[in-house]
């Protein structure tokens, strides 16, 4: 399946399902997977969740820019980012030059749902679960906004179509317009 010679990054917010689909693109354009979360977590042996615990969220954010920075760019990949990437204007910019950035958006239900089932999301461990996601998209989804170039609304979706609803509006994506 040819997409051309860009990358396909996805962004939004925790619960979208950004590394599921990254797999599915992966298994479906032969494109290599770089998952930044996975990368930080494996470069510093603990799981995210441990990194903001032990060293704080300023030290994981230097650490994804660092990340964004040191992936390859010369062929075409999957980049699967943290949903916290959009936070800098740095990792933004980052983003728009590795490739076809795609937000991958949801309702704040759907959200909550897969949300609710995952225990290791450090900005979530507050008093007020909801609340906090609630604040967290009204912070970021201007940046998310800004950041892409298409937008995929993901509720009621499973990762197989929203991975072909990508591939399809890509094709027809006018690359550097």
């Known amino acids: 399946m ?9 962004i939004g917010m925790m619960g979208t399902g950004k590394s599921l689909v990254g797999k599915v693109l992966e298994e479906k ?30 030290y994981f954010r230097n650490q994804e820019t660092e990340t964004l920075r040191s992936l390859p760019r010369k062929e075409p990949a999957i980049i699967v980012t943290g949903g916290g990437i959009v936070l800098r204007a740095e990792n933004i910019d980052l983003l ?9 958006d949801a309702d704040g239900a759907t959200l909550r749902a897969r949300i609710r089932r995952l225990r290791d999301r450090p900005l979530l461990r507050t008093a007020n679960p909801r609340a906090s996601l609630s604040e967290l998209q009204q912070t970021r989804e201007p940046l998310y906004r800004k950041a892409s170039d298409l ?27």
């Open 2 to 10: 040819k997409l051309g010679d860009r990358s396909i990054v996805l």
């Open 96 to 104: 728009k030059q590795m490739g076809t950035v795609v937000w991958l």
């Open 29 to 58: 354009t032969g494109f290599p997977r770089f998952d930044t979360d996975e990368m930080i977590s494996l470069r510093l042996r603990m799981p995210i969740d441990e990194i903001f615990a032990k060293r704080g969220e300023e």
């Open 151 to 177: 937008r995929v609304d993901v509720s009621q979706k499973n990762p197989e179509e929203i991975a072909e609803l990508i591939m399809k509006n890509i094709r027809n994506f006018p690359i550097g317009e």
